[in-house]
T-cell receptor, first 110, second 117 residues
């Protein structure tokens, strides 16, 4: 059974203070690892897909990396508008479904 | 690209009525659509998976007769909550994926907040 664990559960940073969010996963065979951002009262917004260990993707202040056991979402010099819950999910081969972690609630303080 | 529209965004109705929620992929063809339920401060709980033209596959514990799913076209899926009761009040979110095999991401709608009085 696929499993995803995200840490920390919540993170408060000062504006400009860089940090990383962790997503540890267990799958039989990784089809893809996905990062989403969810604002309160909204559906998740797709950020990145990573397919194999060593892969990296960047978008503005966000950078996602992948190893065989975990993924990191690095946030560089964050701004208040980066405040949201960040969700990690995995899909294994032969499986239609995504398995989600419980998310990291990120708050950036001006 | 990859926009998913969900309607309505908010609905309040009396106990015993049925409520239909629509999910549309606006700029791509969705071979597979998913329906989730989310409780406050919790992650998404998958309710069912539907492929265009096929019957939906429901997760364990989800009542098929309570939550009717139709995926009649490549751009539209509907969820009907039949004879809704207060315990059905929740945030319902749909997602759509354009390809079953290439590991493409699911794209989500903005959710429907359902309140049953």
């Amino acid at each position: 059974e696929d499993q995803v664990t995200q840490s920390p559960e919540a993170l408060r940073l000062q504006e400009g203070e860089s940090s990383s969010l962790n997503c540890s996963y267990t799958v039989s065979g990784l089809r893809g690892l996905f990062w989403y951002r969810q604002d309160p009262g909204k559906g998740p917004e797709f950020l990145f897909t990573l397919y194999s260990a060593g892969e990296e993707k960047e978008k503005e202040r966000l950078k996602a990396t992948l190893t065989k056991k975990e993924s990191f979402l690095h946030i560089t010099a964050p701004k208040p508008e980066d405040s949201a819950t960040y969700l990690c999910a995995v899909r294994s081969f032969g499986n239609e479904k995504l398995t989600f972690g419980t998310g990291t609630r990120l708050t950036i303080i001006p | 690209g990859a926009v998913v529209s969900q309607h309505p965004s908010w609905v309040i109705c009396k106990s015993g009525t049925s409520v239909k929620i629509e999910c549309r992929s606006l700029d791509f063809q969705a071979t597979t659509m998913f329906w989730y339920r989310q409780f406050p401060k919790q992650s998404l709980m998958l309710m069912a998976t539907s492929n265009e033209g096929s019957k939906a596959t429901y997760e364990q514990g989800v009542e098929k007769d309570k939550f009717l799913i139709n995926h009649a076209s490549l751009t539209l899926s509907t969820l009907t909550v039949t004879s809704a009761h207060p315990e059905d009040s929740s945030f319902y979110i749909c997602s759509a994926r354009g390809d079953r095999e290439l590991g493409q991401p699911q794209h989500f709608g903005d959710g429907t907040r359902l309140s049953i009085l």
